[in-house]
């Protein structure tokens, strides 16, 4: 079963509420809807790869999936968030942002991110279908919907090969394609 995107700003805003006093959670969902990258590939850093970051810097990461170079670009949203983890969590330079209790030599795992995106948005009664990739999804729709950023830039971030792949994540509503058939032309 597909994942959808949060499509509600105000939900966004619920669920950032919800994790204030979880600074690593908080991170993790900041950075899932800021960056667009997946949630494997955002595992994959470490404390050091933020630190002395300011907005504006570039992280260059390798997708798993792809092999390709990807990068995050800290904004003010992620930098904030981070400054709140190291504040709270103080961690140690090497050890991943999103250490898993299991032990120090490893992250938590996209199914655990699964599980935490299902209990924040059902803490929130948000009805459907959510998980790690809902945060992926939910930068693009935002983009698309919140900012007017064409599919064609969206698929290039997100390193697409087909079109039809990055139309399914900007979340294209029926109600979306019926609005348009009341423009007059």
């Not at 969902?29 to 590939?41: E, K, Y």
């Not at 795992?109 to 803490?123: C, D, P």
Request: net charge positive; with cysteine.
């Amino acid at each position: 079963m597909r994942v959808e995107p949060i499509r509600s700003k105000k939900d966004i805003k619920n669920i950032k509420r919800l994790l204030q006093d979880h600074p690593r959670n908080l991170l993790l969902f900041v950075m899932g809807i800021n960056s667009g990258l997946r949630t494997q590939d955002i595992l994959t850093l470490r404390v050091k790869d933020m630190l002395d970051q300011k907005v504006g810097d570039r992280i260059v990461v390798t997708e798993k999936k792809t092999g390709k170079q990807n990068v995050i670009i800290i904004n003010k949203e992620i930098a904030k968030s981070f400054q709140n983890y190291l504040e709270h969590c103080q961690p140690h330079e090497g050890q991943f942002l999103f250490m898993s209790r299991k032990g120090k030599n490893y992250p938590i795992t996209t199914y655990r991110v699964t599980g935490l995106m299902k209990e924040w948005t059902s803490a929130i009664n948000l009805k459907g279908n959510y998980g790690a990739h809902s945060l992926r999804k939910t930068f693009c729709y935002q983009q698309r919907v919140e900012f007017g950023i064409p599919w064609e830039l969206l698929s290039k971030r997100l390193n697409h090969f087909s079109p039809r792949t990055t139309q399914i994540y900007i979340g294209v509503q029926n109600s979306e394609v019926e609005e348009i058939l009341l423009n007059n032309i």
